[in-house]
């Protein structure tokens, strides 16, 4: 196994100014010592991980670090910068740099070196020592290990010191004889305020972060301590990149409360049930950990019990973007990811659905559907048997749209206790025809409830039978009485309304609808705000007879959904030069998901350079969505892009509004991109201003996996 690092990869004098040239001028030296084939592909890795969470942590330490198929071997280039670099802390610039670069299969052995780097760097006396480091060999062995750092701990406190090192990098404790003598290794140290008969809090914790190379462990490590200064016992699993050893069941039987420290799904969360719960992103555990130990105390206190991971919306079981936040989130904060969490998971229904049913016209045409139920007929040989089924296949999937939408909201409110009220109330809403809306509603209301129950005090005995039992009992009744018979069919009401106004627009007013559109879709490339339009659109064709209205909304949010990759694709083109290499590459993929109604496709343009990218998408947005309105297009399919253009109406005029907007978004973003006053691409520097790099496969550029 190679040397993680070497001389070579230490640079004591780092010059550069930006988080994006100073991982460039690290990966450098990796590229030299043949530890990455290829530099731009590489830093793009590096800031798709940098886009997900800064790395930036108090201390003035940044740690930029990715998994990549560029990577021959775990490798990390250590910087220490005099002017200091901004990666995001809170408490300002960082000095001491970490790129920490991992192959995409890295071994276990590897992995658990990095791990236990990442715990060393909540040692403020290993940082101390490199900061005082004379010469690049001296850093490199520190960081190896090869030598002791400086320590001014007495044999007392080294006796019940947090092995904060320890090589396993999973399953730890915080005082030093494991769980079964942590009481009796703190009193044999003196350092323990708990008399010897009296058994300490005990806490469970799990971090993990989406790479799980560094985050994870500093969040363990940096518990670890707390729980150490506070005189508790604590012991974390680690569910990172080495993988992770399971907390033994009486471990967990055993402890008064849990911590999690998350930005991805915990596995296996159930077996955390029925305890006072903390459920935090993982950057919390690594600054505040103390803080996150004295509220789950106080809620132990008060007897407050609470779901595993009770306010995890959305870490990536969709994207990162969708977790519910820490607990400081404001409301709107928060509500935003509770409907994007819902909405997030009723998208493939309705790509299912919609493209199923979008086929069945094709090859049936619209009669098809009031064909007879192909259960009660069905001939191998007829076409429009085979249409029928697919019709009704599509329409069995859009039957799930609403409920599912609301389920998924109350289990971004209140994980798994909150699906069945919402999926009761996501059905009750289809059945009085409230709709999206109704959904909407209906998912809130019982995540509410859910999380309104689970605050009640309970005895034990109770506790196991809670979430299975009680608390589904409990809020199916509520929310199903609300919505039959308290706030239903008002709700019902307002979509008819709604509805009735969609089937009303026309001229200036369906214009302006279709601009706003096209502005929203085109804003975050498939983020929050995109998504709040496409699921408007979708929720409105997702019925037995969509309204003309809902039509027209449909062809024009997909029309310029399309837009934005494929005028990048056509400004890569046209102006190669302003682009830098890899995003000429990115260019040639996106003509293809443009093409197939994939916005993401231009997201790693628009990380690049979204000053320019974002906005210039945006103006050809509205024009197609003004333009798509103008010309009466219609649409039932809820995606496919081009590939559905004979299911649409007006089809023609629908492609030259398409055409329209990427003309113009292409036109504004060279005319943006050529007003810069920079070198070419592929030997620019970062800009003095602060704008991002534009150097080859500089900071901003990013692969993102494409999603609708």
Not at 4 to 27: G, M, N, P, Q, Y
Not at 141 to 157: C, F, K, N
Request: with cysteine; net charge negative; glycine share 12%.
């Amino acid at each position: 196994m190679s040397e993680l690092i070497t001389a070579d990869l230490v640079d004591l004098d780092l010059s550069a100014d930006t988080k994006e040239a100073a991982a460039r001028s690290l990966a450098e030296r990796m590229v030299a010592a043949g530890r990455v084939t290829d530099l731009d592909g590489f830093l793009a890795d590096v800031a798709a991980r940098e886009a997900q969470m800064p790395t930036g942590l108090d201390g003035g330490i940044g740690i930029p670090h990715c998994r990549s198929e560029h990577v021959t071997e775990p490798t990390l280039a250590f910087g220490r910068s005099a002017a200091r670099i901004d990666f995001g802390a809170a408490d300002g610039p960082a000095d001491l740099i970490f790129l920490i670069a991992a192959p995409a299969g890295a071994d276990s052995d590897h992995l658990t070196i990095l791990s236990s780097l990442a715990r060393q760097l909540m040692n403020a006396e290993f940082t101390g020592a490199l900061r005082a480091a004379e010469d690049p060999r001296q850093a490199a062995a520190l960081i190896r290990g090869d030598q002791p750092e400086p320590s001014t701990a007495t044999d007392a406190e080294a006796s019940t010191k947090t092995p904060a090192a320890d090589a396993s990098g999973d399953q730890t404790t915080a005082t030093p004889g494991g769980q079964a003598a942590a009481a009796a290794g703190v009193a044999a140290s003196g350092a323990g305020p708990e008399p010897a008969a009296s058994a300490p809090f005990r806490i469970v914790a799990v971090t993990s972060c989406p790479t799980g190379i560094a985050h994870t462990y500093m969040a363990a490590e940096s518990l670890e301590r707390a729980a150490q200064d506070a005189g508790i016992e604590l012991v974390v699993e680690t569910q990172g990149s080495a993988g992770f050893d399971r907390l033994a069941p009486a471990t967990i039987a055993a402890a008064d409360a849990v911590i999690f420290a998350h930005d991805v799904e915990v596995r296996d969360k159930d077996r955390f049930a029925g305890k006072p719960t903390v459920d935090v992103g993982v950057k919390a555990g690594i600054n505040r950990p103390a803080e996150l130990i004295a509220e789950v105390r106080e809620k132990a206190a008060r007897g407050e019990i609470s779901a595993p991971a009770a306010a995890s919306a959305g870490a990536d079981r969709s994207a990162p973007m969708d977790r519910a936040g820490e607990s400081g989130d404001r409301f709107g904060t928060r509500l935003r990811k509770w409907l994007m969490t819902g909405v997030s998971y009723m998208v493939p229904f309705v790509a299912a659905g919609g493209l199923l049913i979008a086929l069945a016209f094709a090859i049936g045409g619209y009669e098809i559907a009031s064909a007879k139920s192909v259960a009660d007929h069905f001939v191998w040989t007829e076409t429009d048997s085979w249409a029928a089924l697919l019709f009704q296949i599509g329409g069995a999937a859009f039957t799930f749209l609403v409920p599912v939408l609301a389920g998924y909201i109350a289990y971004g409110m209140a994980d798994r206790p909150g699906l069945v009220p919402g999926f009761v109330g996501g059905y009750i809403a289809t059945t009085i025809k409230a709709g999206f809306l109704g959904g909407l509603v209906a998912g809130l209301i019982a995540g509410a409830v859910v999380m309104g129950i689970q605050r009640f005090k309970v005895p034990a005995s109770l506790r196991g039978i809670m979430p299975v039992v009680v608390i589904p009992l409990i809020s199916s009744a509520i929310v199903g009485f609300l919505m039959f018979v308290v706030i239903g069919k008002p709700i019902a009401s307002a979509q008819k309304g709604m509805t009735d106004w969609l089937n009303g627009l026309s001229g200036t007013n369906a214009i302006i609808l279709g601009v706003i559109l096209g502005l929203m879709m085109c804003f975050d490339l498939g983020g929050p705000v995109n998504k709040v339009a496409y699921a408007f659109a979708t929720g409105g064709i997702a019925v037995s007879d969509p309204s003309t209205g809902s039509l027209k909304i449909m062809a024009a949010v997909m029309a310029a959904g399309m837009v934005p990759p494929l005028a990048m694709a056509l400004a890569t083109t046209v102006r190669g030069q302003l682009f830098t290499k890899t995003e000429r590459e990115n260019g040639k993929a996106a003509w293809v998901l443009g093409a197939s109604f994939i916005s993401e496709g231009a997201i790693p343009f628009a990380a690049a350079d979204p000053l320019r990218v974002i906005p210039s998408s945006m103006v050809g947005g509205a024009v197609t969505g003004a333009l798509s309105m103008l010309f009466d297009c219609t649409l039932r399919a809820p995606h496919g892009g081009i590939f559905v253009v004979p299911l649409i109406g007006q089809p023609f005029l629908y492609l030259l509004a398409i055409a329209a907007g990427t003309a113009v978004s292409t036109g504004l973003v060279i005319v943006l991109k050529g007003m810069r006053k920079t070198t070419r691409p592929e030997t620019a520097t970062p800009a003095a201003d602060g704008e991002p790099a534009t150097g080859a496969g500089g900071g901003g550029e990013t692969k993102v996996p494409v999603t609708v």
